[in-house]
């Protein structure tokens, strides 16, 4: 029941603060309020939910630079998560269905967010294009999950190369990002919130300066992953 009510609280405070995001875009066009907006969204979300959140590698992250945060995958709560403890302004990349949902996924549209259909390559490749422009000309960071859905599991899934590909381009490093207790918490397909702890580990900026061909951004890709892995085990 406790659980049930705490989904009730979290559909009608999203809601509210879903709505306030959408005008805060519409007349705040240098999207600091919008951002503002989102942490207090998601520092919300994790009290109404009983979730704490331990943070490790902040040191590694300069609030006045512009990253590609690349991280892992497997709950809903993996953005509040992040959108809290991300001290940088960083633009999701978010899935076209999403941004069909009323209030939540307009002001996402309409927000500081990237909008990216997987099903159609030349329009994916226009959301890459806008990632850069946002980047270089906004100075937002950039979020994506690279494993492109949440995991069931709980596990690592394989890699997609948009994140690297994006990085290969835009010239920007990446930080890997590794999540674990969110599976725990809410796991893919369940509606239950248990509370818990969400421990959020930021690791050393990665140069993309010497990624020239796709052969460079696999390796890199690979080398990303397996540092989020290895740094999930040691988590746990």
Same mark, same amino acid.
């Given at each position: 029941m406790l659980s049930y009510l705490k989904l009730i609280f979290i559909v009608l405070y999203t809601t509210l603060c879903s709505f306030l995001a959408l005008i805060l875009s519409i007349v705040d066009r240098s999207f600091k309020s919008y951002f503002w907006l989102s942490r207090v969204f998601s520092k919300g979300i994790l009290l109404i939910s009983g979730i704490k959140i331990e943070v490790q590698g902040l040191e590694n992250v300069d609030k006045n630079s512009v990253y590609i945060f690349v991280s892992n995958h497997s709950s809903q =709560?993996? !953005?509040?998560?992040?959108? #809290? @403890?991300?001290? @940088? /302004?960083? /633009? !999701? &990349? #978010? $899935?076209?269905? !999403? *941004?069909k949902i009323p209030l939540f996924g307009w002001q996402m549209r309409i927000g500081p967010y990237i909008m990216i259909d997987r099903q159609n390559v030349e329009n994916a490749l226009k959301s890459i294009d806008k990632a850069k422009k946002i980047m270089s000309q906004k100075r937002f960071? &950039?979020?994506? =999950?690279?494993?492109? @859905?949440?995991? $069931? @599991? *709980?596990?690592?899934?394989? =890699?997609?190369? *948009?994140?690297f590909y994006l990085a290969a381009h835009a010239g920007f490093p990446i930080i890997p990002v590794s999540?674990? *207790?969110t599976d725990k918490i809410l796991p893919k397909g369940k509606f239950k919130i248990r509370k818990g702890t969400i421990k959020v580990n930021f690791d050393k900026a990665i140069s993309t300066e010497n990624i020239k061909s796709?052969?460079?951004? !696999?390796?890199?890709m690979e080398k990303v992953r397996n540092i989020i892995i290895q740094n999930i085990r040691e988590e746990n």
């Open positions: =709560f993996d !953005i509040p998560a992040l959108q #809290y @403890t991300i001290p @940088t /302004s960083a /633009s !999701i &990349v #978010y $899935k076209k269905e !999403i *941004g960071s &950039v979020l994506l =999950f690279a494993e492109g @859905t949440r995991s $069931k @599991t *709980g596990e690592v899934q394989p =890699f997609k190369r *948009g994140a999540l674990s *207790g796709r052969k460079d951004e !696999i390796e890199l």
